[in-house]
Nanobody
């Protein structure tokens, strides 16, 4: 069992930035590919970004390309989501997720084994 704890959410004006963090309580963090998902009110959960175990392979959804960056620090058991040029449509609860021993990146939520509790991001216009 891996416990994931997100932080860094909050209220920001459009055009602003936030950095989300997700710390994993595990001794083998580098064995997990990680992802970020989000869910807006009344909508399904959607993929945002993913990163491979080593951090050498990343992918983000088209609507956030050039604005969001995913990274990880395996020494700190933490994955980050840097969000710049935020838009009101980025408002959602953001979740991090982990999948064990997966090669490459994973964009489907069904692949992930563990989920955090979520952190709210609200972007005002």
């Amino acid at each position: 069992q891996v416990q994931l704890t997100e932080s860094g959410g909050g209220l920001v004006q459009a055009g602003g930035s936030l950095r989300l963090s997700c710390e994993a309580a595990t001794l083998t963090f580098s064995s997990y590919a990680m992802g970020w998902f989000r869910q807006a009110p009344g909508k399904e959960r959607e993929f945002v970004a993913a990163i491979a175990r080593s951090g050498g392979w990343t992918t983000v959804r088209d609507s956030v390309k050039g604005r969001f960056t995913i990274s990880r620090d395996n020494a700190k058991n933490t994955v980050y989501l840097q969000m710049n040029s935020l838009k009101p449509e980025d408002t959602a609860v953001y979740y991090c997720a982990a999948v064990l021993k997966r090669l490459g990146v994973a964009t489907r939520s069904s692949v992930y084994d563990y989920w955090g509790q979520g952190t709210q991001v609200t972007v005002s216009s």
